[in-house]
């Protein structure tokens, strides 16, 4: 394909001296057309007679510099590098809710918990950013999530579900922080938010980046999902459904 980019060049020059001299052609004779000198006479019987025009006429004229600028604009592009070819772009990784789909099958409720054969239950993991949805020991949906930052960790143990706020405004005035302090927040528009340990919560993050989840520990307490996860706790669990909370190491 290297021949294309002469060809263009050549192909544009022919055409930019083609439309010079159009513009030029004939201008000199036409004006003396008007005038009283010797390019056009009359014959003897009053017919009007053209002289030859001299070689000099079919000369282009002078052409106004605005005319150029399309003709040096193409032959800029013509003479510009071609552009190298756009990188493919890698292929996405699977979202967190398929990672989360694939681990069903490998996981398993910890040692040492009791639970009823069919009982709907809540295990959130703080070592591996995991929460799962067990019925019994099957679990039947695994939500990559942020819980406690070094210093807010989510505390360990059992605890039930004793209020549930489909849309909640939270703010750290709650724990006396001031909201606009440096260990201060106001939040709105969290849903799907479940209450199981004072004010700490499962409930939908939106403020979080996606590759928080299951990989970073961010959150003031609370247990944040994204918003399919956290609509499926909603719908699954219920006022006093049982949460365990395992801590880092387990």
Request: hydrophobic content about 45%; charged content about 15%.
């Amino acid at each position: 394909m290297g021949f294309l980019k002469p060809l263009r060049l050549l192909l544009l020059g022919l055409v930019v001296l083609e439309l010079l001299a159009l513009a030029g052609l004939g201008l000199p004779w036409l004006r003396g057309l008007g005038s009283g000198d010797d390019a056009a006479s009359a014959s003897p019987n009053g017919a009007l007679r053209l002289s030859p025009l001299p070689p000099w006429a079919l000369l282009p004229t002078s052409v106004p510099e605005s005319d150029l600028v399309p003709f040096q604009r193409a032959l800029e592009e013509a003479m510009a590098p071609e552009p190298e070819p756009a990188a493919p772009a890698p292929p996405p990784g699977p979202s967190i809710e398929e990672i989360g789909a694939q681990e069903l099958a490998t996981t398993v409720p910890p040692a040492g918990i009791a639970f009823a054969e069919n009982e709907r239950w809540i295990l959130v993991n703080t070592a591996t950013q995991r929460a799962v949805a067990f019925e019994g020991a099957k679990p039947v949906r695994v939500a990559l999530v942020t819980t406690g930052m070094p210093g807010w960790v989510t505390p360990w143990g059992e605890y039930s579900v004793y209020a549930r706020v489909e849309n909640e405004t939270m703010d750290s005035t709650s724990l006396g922080y001031p909201a606009d302090g440096p260990d201060g927040w106001h939040v709105e528009d969290v849903l799907w938010v479940q209450h199981f340990n004072g004010p700490i919560t499962i409930h939908y993050n939106y403020w979080r980046p996606e590759s928080y989840f299951g990989n970073v520990a961010s959150s003031h307490g609370c247990v944040g999902m994204r918003y399919n996860d956290a609509k499926f706790f909603w719908d699954f669990a219920t006022i006093g459904t049982r949460v365990v909370v395992v801590p880092f190491g387990s």
